[in-house]
């Protein structure tokens, strides 16, 4: 047998936050058919995959995230219809697509969740959610407790807004009925799932009161000390196995798990062979633009999924953290949790997102790219907190803003807002100065951050063939990080400080002007791609 080729061993795929992408009706969300009818800009990205956000029936109290039918899309989204539409649309531009599975919590308007608070303390109906006489101490990570009582007295658990109470994943109906929901979508021809709080689902039997530790999770609410219920417990990977069975039924599907687990033992164990195929690299994303600690997680990823023989993902930002142009631009690079009042310095930010993109495609592996991220958007700070709506902004008393900010609607074109989102305004205010971002008005700047992830995405599939694969590094110098893949490949990000001289090779993607008499000095902040 030749090597493992499998598509999501080296895809690329583009996130798609669906309220914030195109809109199709005019009625200033995004939709499904407004996702169709940008296929063809995708496909000239050049991107793999879609990963689509939560499209189910919702009443939208956290984006989507807040499922009341998994078997249904919301009318805000388009039909069912709709949904089988896109997927054959996408398919015939060559673009797979990824469905977002929600198995933490359902929404508090699920009709499981209602028939449960219609139920007396004790009935079968609430036995497939944690219903107790007394709380815990846990925290929720939107802020707040994990806990809301009702008028009989009792409370029930979650582990994020109120409106999202925690499945009982002992009770087999759980595991039978999301067995059934990744079937349903299966047989509609999505290519694979992203699972959301892939690591939660499975609490600590009894629900013990947990110790108070300061939350070092980046991306969400968070109100200070608090404790946090357990994650990451042993019996999760029986759930995996099981949904592995599940897919490996279908030919070419794969899984990738939203996992926000630190320790790489830990971390591999969802990647074994019979459980998820890839996983979110967050020590990536978080990590600070600096050549040792970059260079450290690049070396403790490969090591992690090479036990496992799981292909690594590079991923920069998604719809839960501030948006990396932004992140980059600051004195304070790393990313342990969102803050809005520190200054960020937008052409630094920009020139060193564009680094970083050709860095995390030119890695061995899958890699990301989350809507905006193409135009070099950066994070909107100032949106009116009436128009604000994820929960973490109200369950914090806006001590936290959320992450509404890397949610404005995408600006296509046009000079004024809502720069042909659609033809009726836009859920969140789009800045005025977006208009100097528009994909139409970036298409034809050849030096725009569109235009290199055009560049860089036609090199990835065609002469450079990248994707999964070994790699070696280079020694550069102090701060500047090389490395090669074969054949002939090399990539050279420059965070020295200083312009550093390229090693042999010509030149076939640079984020920055190549500087020096042969144009053989790479600028700081830079990278390049070069043909060895
Ligand atoms: C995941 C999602 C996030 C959502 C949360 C609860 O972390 O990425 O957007 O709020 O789960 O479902």
Redesign the pocket.
């Known amino acids: 047998m030749g090597p493992d080729v499998s598509w999501w061993r080296g895809a690329v795929v583009y996130q798609v936050y669906p309220r914030s992408f195109a809109d199709g009706n005019g009625d200033g969300v995004g939709d499904l058919a407004g996702i169709e009818s940008r296929l063809p800009y995708l496909r000239d990205l050049g991107v793999d995959a879609l990963w689509i956000n939560p499209w189910y029936v919702s009443p939208m109290a ?2 989507g ?1 807040d499922v009341a039918d998994y078997r249904a899309i919301d009318p805000v989204f388009g039909t069912l219809w709709d949904a089988e539409r896109l997927i054959r649309a996408a398919h015939r531009h060559g673009l797979r697509i990824i469905a977002d599975i ?1 198995p933490n919590h359902v929404s508090d308007r699920h009709p499981w969740f209602r028939a449960a608070l219609a139920a007396a303390p004790g009935s079968p109906e609430r036995a497939r959610f944690h219903f107790r006489d007394e709380p815990n101490n846990w925290r929720s990570r939107f802020g707040g407790p994990a806990w809301t009582r009702l008028g009989d007295g009792q409370w029930y658990l979650h582990l ?1 807004d109120a409106a ?1 109470p925690d499945l009982n994943w002992d009770h087999p109906e759980v595991r039978a009925e999301f067995e059934a929901v990744l079937r349903f979508w299966l047989d509609r021809g999505v290519d694979g799932f992203r699972i ?2 892939a690591d939660r689902l499975v609490k600590e039997a009894g629900l013990p009161d947990r110790p108070v530790r300061e939350t070092g999770a980046p991306g969400f609410g968070s109100d200070g000390p608090r404790p946090q219920p357990d994650k990451d417990r042993p019996e999760v990977h029986g759930i995996y196995r099981a949904w592995r069975r599940v897919l490996d039924e279908y030919p070419d599907r794969a899984f990738v798990g ?1 996992m926000w687990v630190t320790d790489p033992d830990r971390f591999a164990m969802y990647l074994r062979p019979d459980e998820l195929h890839t996983a979110f690299n967050f020590a990536f994303l978080k990590c600070a633009w600096d050549a040792g600690a970059l260079r450290e997680v690049v070396d403790r990823t490969l090591a992690t999924h090479a036990g496992v023989g799981a292909p690594p993902t590079w991923v920069l930002s998604n ?2 953290v501030t948006r990396h142009a932004t992140r980059y631009g600051r004195a304070d690079t790393g990313f342990v949790k969102r803050v809005h009042d520190v200054p960020s310095d937008r052409a630094l930010g920009v020139r060193r997102a564009r680094a970083a993109a050709l860095l995390s495609m030119a890695l061995p592996g899958s890699a990301y790219v989350y809507q905006g991220d193409e135009l070099g958007l950066p994070e909107v700070f100032d949106l009116p907190a009436a128009a604000r709506e994820d929960p973490v902004f109200r369950r914090t008393g806006g001590a936290d803003l959320g992450r509404d900010g890397c949610r404005v609607p995408l600006p296509w074109g046009g000079d004024a807002a809502p720069f042909e989102f659609g033809a009726g305004g836009s859920w969140l205010p789009q800045p005025a100065d977006w208009r100097d971002l528009t994909a139409a008005r970036q298409l034809g700047d050849p030096a725009s951050m569109l235009s290199l992830y055009r560049l860089a995405l036609r090199v990835r599939r065609g002469e450079a063939a990248l994707g999964d694969g070994p790699m070696r590094w280079l020694d550069l110098g102090e701060g500047v990080l090389g490395f090669a893949r074969d054949p002939g490949f090399a990539c050279v990000v420059n965070l020295s400080g200083r312009p550093a001289a390229l090693p042999e090779g010509a030149p076939l993607v640079a984020s920055a002007e190549l500087g020096g008499p042969a144009g053989r000095l790479l600028p700081p902040d830079a990278a390049v791609w070069l043909r060895t």
């Open positions: 956290d984006g995230y929600v994020f999202q959301d709080v939203e719809h839960d």
